[in-house]
C-alpha cells in the first residue's frame, strides 16, 4: 500500500512525490526498501503494488523488476478499507485461496531478517483465526498511534488473542498501556485468508461488499475503467481499523520482533537512523560544528549547522527548510501557506 | 579596492568568489554596486579596479563597462599600504597631479546621493590637508570597527581637523566614544592628492617607499612581470591606517551624510536590509511562518523558515548554511573544519 499525502516530508516530498517514493532513510525510497525487505519471504511475482492512478508511473519506474501487471492502480483515493478490498478482488482473480499480507510502504523497521521472521510466524498462526494483525511492543507513550489489546497465549509460539483496537489514547492511557504488557501499537500490517477478508466485508461492511462485488466482473474486461471508477468512488471512506478490525473479532496477534517506526515526520528520523555523538542525524552531505540533537538531511550540495541545536534542517528538490525538530510535526501548517501566493524578492 | 578573503559569507563567498563579487544586497554584486553608486561623481574610464591576479576574470567579466587598462593587477596580497601604494604609482602614470580617492568595494552605503554629496565635499575640502578621511557617525557601541577622533570645525562647510585614530576600542571605551560627539568610524574610504600619497610613503613608510620607486620604472615596461612580483612581494605586509594615518598628521575629517555599513557578516545583513513585520531579513526566494529576526539569502530555490527565531540560513551555491545570529561572525570557524576532510554519508 503505498497511498497518502505529502506534505510531512517537504521539500522532499510533495502531493506529486509522496512519502513512499522518496529515498528518506537511504539511497533507496521507502517503497523499494519495502519491496526489498519482502525478500525472499515473499517473491516479487507475488507482490503486489496499490497505487494511485497519479503514482503509477512512478511507481513502475522505480520497482522495474515486479512485473508489470502486479501493479493495482486506485482509481482515486478512498481509504485502506476500499484499498484492500480492491486488492483482494485482484488477489481472487489470481488464486482464490491465496492470502493477503498488506503491508504499508513507507515505515521504517530495523532488521529485515527479523521482520521476515516475524511475518512468517504469522502466516504459521493464520489457520484457525480471522486474521492476523502485527504488533509492536510500545517504546514510549505516543499518542499519536493506534494501540491494540490482545492476551498472552500459554504457548509463547501461538498468537495472541486480540482483545480490543484502541485509537490514539491520551499520554496518561498510553502510559498505563505501556506499563500493562498487554498493549501494542498497530503497525498495520495485516494479514488474511483472501476469502476471509472478503466475508468480513460482507459482514461489516455490506455497502462496501455490494461495490466490490459489482467490481469484480469488470476486472476481467477491457475498457471498464470509466466504470471501475464511478463504482469505487462511491465506496465510503474508511480505514480498515474502524470499517472491519474495530469491529469483527477472530484476531490473532504476533509481536514483532523488530524496531519499527511510521516514520511520521522530519523528527522521526531520529528514531530510524543512528546519531552521532552529539546526537544529530546525517543523511546526505553534511557538516556539523557545534551543532547538537539536529536532524540534517541533503539531497544535494553540502548542508553545515554551526552553532545551532534541535533544528531540522532539509536541502531538498532545490528547497530548504528549517525547523525545530518539536514543530516537525505541524509542517501541515508552512505548506498550506505555501500553497496561498508568495512574495519573492 | 577589491581584496580580501571570502569565509565570512560562506557558501555565497568562497576564496575564489570573495566577498566583493557576491550579489549580497542586491541583484548586483557589491564591486559593481560600489561603481555604480560613484557615478557620475568618478567616471568609469576613471575608476581604476585594484584587485589581486587570482580574481582579475571575475573582476573584467563584472565590469565590462570600465575599461581593460583600469584594471590594476596586484602580483600578491600585501594589504592596504602596499595596495594603495600601487595604485599611486599607476595613478601618477597617467596624471602625476591627480587626486586618489580609495574606496573598498565590498560596503554597503544606503544612501548613493549623499555618498556622491560626501565625498564631493572631501574633494573641495581636500586643499590644505595630507588628506581627506570619511567618517560614520557611530550608531552603536562597536567594538570591531576602528575610531577617528576629531573636532568640530567654526565653519560647519569645513573639514573636521583630524586629532587621532584609534583601533578597536573595548565597549565601554566605545561607548564614551558616542558620548563625546567627536569620534567617528573609519570608514576605510580616504582622499588624497597622489603626489601627498607618495610624499607620505616617503616620510612614514621609507622601506615601502623605496619599494615603489623601484616598481615605478618596470610599469612602462613590457615582460616585467616576475620583476614586479619580486618586488611587491617584499613590501611590508601593512594596512594604511596602521603605516601612514596613525603617524602622519595634518588629516581632514568630513562626516559622512550618508547610511553605511562594512557587511562584516551574515548578521550585518540585518543593518543594510529592510525587515519584515517579524524583523526577518530576507534577500531571494523565501517563506516565513511563525518565524522571527531571522536572515534568510537565497542565490536559488525556496527557502522556508518555519517556527525559528534569530537564525541565519543561507542557501548559496548549492550548499546550506544555518547558524544562529550571533554565531555568524565566528564563521571562520566552520570554514576552518571544513577544509578539514569530510564525513559524507
Known amino acids: 500500500m ?54 503509477e508511473a512512478l511507481a513502475r519506474a522505480q520497482l522495474p523488476t515486479i512485473p508489470p501487471d502486479n501493479f493495482i492502480i486506485e482509481p482515486i483515493g478512498r481509504d485502506t478499507s476500499a484499498c484492500l478490498g480492491f486488492c483482494a478482488l485482484h488477489l481472487e482473480k489470481r488464486n482464490p485461496d491465496s492470502i493477503l499480507l498488506a503491508v504499508p510502504a513507507d515505515h521504517f523497521v530495523g532488521d529485515p531478517e527479523a521482520y521476515r521472521r516475524t511475518l512468517a510466524r504469522g502466516i504459521e498462526n493464520l489457520p484457525g483465526t480471522n486474521g492476523i494483525v502485527f504488533g509492536i511492543t510500545p517504546e514510549r507513550p505516543e499518542t499519536g498511534y493506534g494501540y491494540i489489546q490482545a492476551k498472552k497465549p500459554a504457548d509463547s509460539s501461538a498468537a495472541w488473542p486480540v482483545t480490543r483496537f484502541v485509537e490514539k489514547p491520551d499520554a ?30 460482507h459482514m461489516h461492511m455490506p455497502q462496501t461488499h455490494q461495490r466490490l462485488c459489482a467490481l469484480r466482473p469488470l476486472l476481467a474486461k477491457r475498457d471498464t475503467d470509466a466504470q471501475i471508477f464511478e463504482i469505487f468512488s462511491s465506496i465510503e471512506r474508511i480505514s480498515i481499523d474502524f470499517g472491519i478490525m474495530e469491529k469483527a473479532g477472530g484476531f490473532g496477534l504476533i509481536p514483532a520482533e523488530f524496531h ?19 546526537n544529530n542525524i546525517f543523511q546526505g ?58 512574495e519573492t524578492k
Chains 1, 2 share one sequence.
Open 260 to 278: 519499527w517506526d511510521d516514520v511520521g515526520s522530519w523528527a522521526a528520523l531520529a528514531r530510524a537512523l543512528p546519531a552521532d555523538e552529539n
Open 172 to 201: 496518561v492511557k498510553a502510559a498505563e498501556y505501556i506499563k500493562s504488557g498487554t498493549y501494542f501499537w498497530n503497525s498495520g500490517i495485516f494479514l488474511w485468508h483472501n476469502k476471509v477478508l472478503l466475508e468480513l466485508f
Open 2 to 55: 503505498a497511498g497518502g499525502r505529502g506534505e510531512r516530508f517537504w521539500p522532499l516530498s510533495t502531493d506529486q512525490l509522496t512519502k513512499p517514493f522518496v529515498p528518506l532513510l537511504g539511497p533507496r525510497s521507502l517503497i523499494q526498501e519495502t519491496v526489498d525487505r519482502l525478500q525472499p519471504l515473499i517473491p516479487k511475482d507475488r507482490v503486489l503494488i496499490s497505487i494511485g492512478k497519479a503514482h
Open 285 to 342: 552531505s553534511h557538516a556539523a560544528v557545534d551543532a547538537n540533537g539536529c536532524i540534517v538531511y541533503s539531497d544535494a550540495g553540502l548542508v553545515a549547522v554551526f552553532g545551532t541545536s534541535d533544528l531540522v534542517v532539509v536541502q531538498a528538490k532545490g528547497k530548504v527548510l528549517v525547523c525545530p525538530k518539536d514543530r516537525a510535526s505541524d509542517l501541515k501548517q508552512l505548506v498550506r501557506a505555501l500553497e496561498r501566493p508568495l
